[in-house]
């Protein structure tokens, strides 16, 4: 057990109690584990709210849920590798940006492509029709 609080004029923040099982670290390798934490709970947390995976819309069959697990994860990659230039080095990111981002380039091509298609059946009609007179 170890117990973890900052100077006296540092701030407000209570002091933390960290237990751990592992009787060979020293004081200072579990604070550090600690502190390193946020990451992690940084991932949990995007990968349960942005997509879904807190709340899963299956029965509880094992199967299931292990299939539900592995689609939000591919979710996840399929985001990280369609976005990856988003995520500037030295800056912060989340994964609710990479979404967004996502979606305003998805919604541009769309729209994109809908212009191509509908220039290109006009050009049609239009050639058809100078090609009668």
Not at 26 to 46: D, F, L, N, S, T
Not at 66 to 82: H, N, P
Request: hydrophobic share 40%.
């Amino acid at each position: 057990m170890v117990r973890s609080k900052r100077g006296r004029n540092v701030g407000p923040k209570p002091t933390k109690i960290l237990v751990t099982h592992l009787d060979e670290w020293i004081p200072r390798q579990v604070v550090g584990a600690y502190q390193r934490r946020g990451p992690v709970e940084q991932i949990k947390r995007e990968l349960k709210t942005d997509l879904g995976l807190g709340a899963h819309q299956v029965s509880g069959e094992e199967g299931r849920i292990e299939k539900s697990f592995g689609i939000a994860v591919l979710a996840y990659l399929l985001l990280m590798r369609a976005c990856h230039q988003e995520i500037l080095p030295g800056q912060a990111w989340s994964l609710a940006q990479l979404q967004h981002a996502f979606r305003l380039r998805m919604l541009t091509k769309q729209g994109e492509h809908n212009v191509r298609t509908r220039l290109a059946k006009a050009r049609k009609v239009a050639s058809s029709l100078a090609v009668d007179h």
